[in-house]
């Protein structure tokens, strides 16, 4: 090994070092109570994630275009917050370490589907080959068709994010995002960015397509992190909430009709006032059970 190849490990190592501790400490690695159905899956959250729904079929979703990508043609290009930016093509790409992975594939509209064997390489790896720079703290990733998506560092350098070109022994259509795509199992799958052609690192955060239209900025599956603001409650808490604000309505409007009716000199209309009152708070107990069951 001479200098200049020593050098450059050196810089992969220091790389991988830096992001260690981050990266074991992201919520899909540590999450004291994910919620979630089914056996452990490769990372200790339930293989099910809440809210999903297991599948056989891959549903082909994107923003209403699908790029066209020769393989002569395409180009991944590596800059922003790093010290060697690089453009690659295919050959060189194909030149860089080839890893074969098995993961699983969680859609943000309610589908999973399991035990993908996909073969590409690591974004680590590509990191690595750009000499991120210490600064950095995130990557946006750009695509084809114009989608962008943003990640923090420390679930990007995961050894499971990869940039794909074959999924179950078939090179990556085009409706998938071929001829590369990223994918981002312990994330919903729209963080993975498809028809990738760039990785551009920041020193900072810089919100994505979806991101800036409404979805969460974290995306973490077992918590049902779907969308912007507070990760969402469990279906139980939401279901009690709008119990007790129908009960407490209910009782409302019956204390205002009972002062209303003696007030105008009608006691004999309270009784009726109140038995209606009970029959419409109490008739919230079996919507409640139904959202609990």
Not at 80 to 104: H, I, M, R, T, Y
Not at 146 to 166: F, H, M, R, W
Not at 207 to 218: D, H, I
């Amino acid at each position: 090994m001479d200098d200049s190849e020593r050098r450059v490990v050196e810089a992969r190592m220091k790389l991988r070092e830096r992001w260690r501790e981050k990266t074991l400490a992201t919520r899909a690695l540590t999450d004291p109570a994910p919620r979630g159905t089914g056996p452990a899956n490769r990372h200790g959250m339930p293989q099910l994630p809440p809210g999903q729904k297991r599948t056989t079929k891959w549903p082909v979703l994107d923003l209403g275009r699908q790029p066209q990508i020769d393989l002569k043609e395409w180009g991944l290009i590596l800059d922003g917050a790093c010290e060697a930016p690089v453009k690659l093509d295919w050959e060189a790409f194909q030149a860089l370490p080839q890893v074969e992975d098995e993961s699983d594939f969680h859609c943000v509209t309610g589908w999973s589907k399991l035990d993908m064997r996909w073969l590409g390489v690591r974004f680590a790896d590509l990191a690595e080959l750009a000499q991120v720079s210490e600064r950095a703290t995130h990557v946006v990733c750009h695509g084809y068709d114009g989608y962008t998506t943003n990640l923090p560092l420390e679930e990007a350098l995961k050894s499971d994010v990869l940039l794909a070109y074959s999924a179950d022994g078939e090179p990556l259509s085009k409706e998938h995002g071929g001829p590369v795509r990223m994918i981002t199992p312990q994330l919903y799958a729209w963080k993975g960015t498809k028809w990738i052609c760039r990785l551009e690192f920041r020193e900072g955060d810089k919100l994505g397509f979806w991101e800036q239209n409404g979805y969460s900025n974290t995306a973490h599956p077992w918590q049902e992190d779907r969308y912007s603001g507070t990760p969402s409650a469990p279906p139980q808490s939401s279901a009690l909430n709008a119990v007790f604000q129908w009960t407490a309505g209910v009782l409302g409007i019956s204390c205002a009709l009972i002062l209303g009716v003696q007030f105008a000199g009608h006691p004999e209309w309270v009784k009726p006032i109140q038995w209606v009152s009970y029959v419409a708070a109490f008739g919230a107990i079996p919507y409640a059970r139904a959202k609990l069951a």
